[in-house]
């Protein structure tokens, strides 16, 4: 087989902090790289955010990733945009160092444990998402249809998966979100491995969450926020809600309740109060469980990628 | 009696925004304030700060108030130092709208629960927190004697308390610590009406935690933080350890143990990995708990103030 590279990255949001320790202090200086066959490259996404502790300088890096913002790089005077740019340049197709497989480690102020993100339904992510649900059976949230929200890092690789693992809060290093991210890692590696090795084993199917849409706090006619999440629900990621879960609960005491002509009777909430997406006007997003069925074309791209 | 003014603070950190939240959406719109005698005033520390959803623009506000800052502050190019001569400006005793006291409302990703603050022994804030432990039962954390962190706001006032309220990340909105914040507001409002009222009623004593120093994460030779709190110690704010206890653990799994000459047997470790502190060289600090006997001056002077 050819070579096959594997990007790491961390601290896309500078202030998600776990993963960048994580590679830097572990990763990077442990004997771990020596058991893979393929190459291994690790990067701090936003590099002068992780360096200020804030989650990006003039915008969300893992939203500038459009062909839009990316064909503007050279006018743009903001610094995620040409850092996105310097990122693909680095690690993209056209590189000297072309990677086929990133994965992009995120962590949450939401309760969502460890899980992956993906990003509409391409065979090579699907392969190797289903690949890590089958050894860990952690939850896979697809996220498609939702134009407000583009731009991703992942998408500009041939397969790239986000791992997103919570609650922890910004800036702040948590045993156990490390630990999280250690095992998550170590998983992808082993299972990509495998496929070098020319094991084909894959499950027959795949749980996946499918992203519906979100809903902004409630807010007064100034825009404020005026309804909070509800006890009820705070921490409540990945457990099922049906028509007349309380969502909100404002200053009175009055309650804003799960109703919407457009979601289905039951859904799935997912980052509920995450902090970081409070400035886009999402309070918690919801999904419905599906099962996919194994297509075998995804076996075969993925193993054209890895070949 | 004459003219008695407070002064609450939320927001001297922009990101800590539960007490923000609870101030302009639900106090000063509720007919609360009716219920007292006294005038009472709300301002957001930072308001800069909380635009942006970033705990300082240049420097952290409450380490702004020292009167090294405050003297030079024409010449400062430092935002803090500007806002920090404006508060006082504002609200001092020079002021227009004179405030003798200021509660300070914070929060901390650290699982302090709720708790009051003191910056030294001043007898107005004694007798204050006096009242507040009665009624609440929490404790009160008596920092002095760290020369490497001065400044505080509530210095610049004769009688200002902390409120640090916990654990709750950075920039998120939580049913619960809005709570608290409410309950420990009213609480020292309705303590300070007591004493307008002519009630003179303290308690014989007063529980405090002394701070007794603080310790930084171990790092290599670099600076960089090569261990990270240990689980057995996350979380644990308040309760006692003893010499032993495993405080660190790094990416070989080797832990540091609490075991220095310049502390006693047993403390109470508090703040524990609190984010905001990592770039100050704070892993967690150490107390230790004494009862003082409430002392006649602090009831006269408290009088005096309000009187």
Known sequence: MSRTEVLLVAGTHGNEINACWFLNQVFKKSELQEKYSFNISTVIGNPLAFEKGVRYIDRDLNRSFS??????????????????????????????????????????????????????????????????????????????????????????????????????????????????????????????????????????????????????????????????????IQGKDWIPITKGQALFINSNGEEKFFNFDNMPESVIPVFINEAAYLEKGIAMSFTTKEQLLFEKSWSEDFYELLA
Chains 1, 2 share one sequence.
């Not at 899980?115 to 509409?120: D, K, N, P, Q, S």
């Open 67 to 232: 062909s839009r913002l990316l064909s503007q790089f050279s006018q743009s005077r903001e610094y995620e945009v040409k850092r996105a740019k310097e990122l693909i340049d680095l690690y993209g197709s056209h590189s000297k160092k072309p990677c086929q497989i990133v994965l992009d480690f995120h962590s949450t102020t939401a309760a969502m444990g460890t899980c992956i993100v993906i990003y509409g339904r391409r065979s090579n992510d699907l392969a190797l998402a289903s690949l890590i649900q089958s050894r860990l059976g952690i939850p896979i949230y697809l996220h498609e249809g939702d134009d407000e929200q583009i731009g991703f890092l992942v998408e500009k690789w041939p397969c790239g998966l986000v791992v997103e693992i919570g609650p922890v809060a910004q800036g702040l290093l948590d045993y156990k979100i490390i630990r999280s991210t250690s095992t998550v890692l170590e998983t992808c590696l082993d299972e990509i491995q495998k496929i070098k090795n020319g094991d084909f084993t894959f499950p027959m199917s795949l749980d996946i969450h499918k992203h519906l849409g979100s809903i902004d706090f409630p807010r007064d006619s100034d825009g404020n926020i005026n309804g909070i999440v509800h006890p009820q």
